[in-house]
């Protein structure tokens, strides 16, 4: 299958500071990602679809100033959580999917984000 | 709306006996229906999918999934429980719509013992 690398796998940070996590699919072009949170032992929670040249759709609840996506190349997407507070610990994952209704996603490691 | 439905919040069985983990969906249309499994502080691997055919759905590691219609249902199956099968294990349909995420039930852990 295809192959999404996510970076990087765990960071820590105080809290008041930025952290970026990047997102790449390494064999096909993504022109769609989507970025994933997920608390311990929960299901993912979709936080916003990230589209190639254009603006994130963030899904409800979700502060778009606070989590800010970018996606400027077809193999490249970025969340940046800013202003990270202790609340914001978690468990980050990207994923990438073909433009099929069909087609599997294809997901990053995961990145482990805890804020002191 | 679509969703996706995982009853159990874990499953326990004995290694070398089958094993079952239960998904419902609700999905207007065609539903394309997935299954993955993740390991602690990793992302997601997929394991399977059904699209459409054959109601028997052969994965990866020997896993299996029934697609039956009528009880809107596509639960995962192994007949013979490793106890590296022991993980999480999320079931997912997509929207029928391209390039949408897909849509994930709560998930359910699998323990095996030995």
């Known amino acids: 299958g295809a192959v999404v690398s996510q970076h990087p796998s765990r960071v820590i940070c105080k809290s008041g500071t930025s952290v970026k996590i990047e997102c790449r699919s390494l064999?096909?072009?993504?022109?769609?990602m989507f970025w994933y949170r997920q608390f311990p032992k929960k299901s993912l929670m979709l936080m916003a679809t990230?589209?190639?040249?254009?603006?994130?759709?963030?899904e409800q609840g979700v502060e778009k100033d606070k989590f800010l996506i970018n996606h400027a190349s077809l193999t490249l997407s970025t969340l940046t959580v800013t202003s990270a507070h202790p609340e914001d610990s978690s468990f980050y994952i990207c994923?990438?999917?073909?433009?099929?209704?069909?087609?599997?996603?294809?997901f990053g490691q995961g990145t482990r984000l805890t804020v002191v | 709306a679509q969703s996706v439905a995982q009853p159990e919040d874990q499953v326990n069985v004995a290694e070398g006996n089958p094993l079952t983990v239960k998904c419902t969906y609700s999905?207007?249309?065609?539903?394309?229906l997935f299954w993955y499994v993740q390991y602690p502080n990793r992302g997601l691997q997929f394991l399977l999918k059904y699209i459409t055919g054959d109601n028997l759905v052969k994965g990866s590691y020997g896993f299996e999934a029934e697609f039956n219609k009528s009880q809107t249902s596509f639960h995962l199956k192994k007949p013979s429980a490793l106890v590296s099968d022991s993980a999480l294990y999320f079931c997912?349909?997509?929207?029928?719509?391209?390039?949408?995420?897909?849509?994930f039930g709560k998930g359910t852990t699998l323990s095996v013992s030995s």
């Open positions: 994923s990438a999917r073909g433009q099929g209704m069909n087609t599997e996603a294809f």
């Open positions: 990230s589209n190639e040249g254009s603006k994130a759709t963030y």
């Open positions: 064999d096909f072009q993504a022109t769609t």
């Open positions: 999905v207007s249309g065609n539903p394309y």
């Open positions: 997912a349909v997509s929207l029928n719509q391209a390039g949408t995420a897909l849509i």
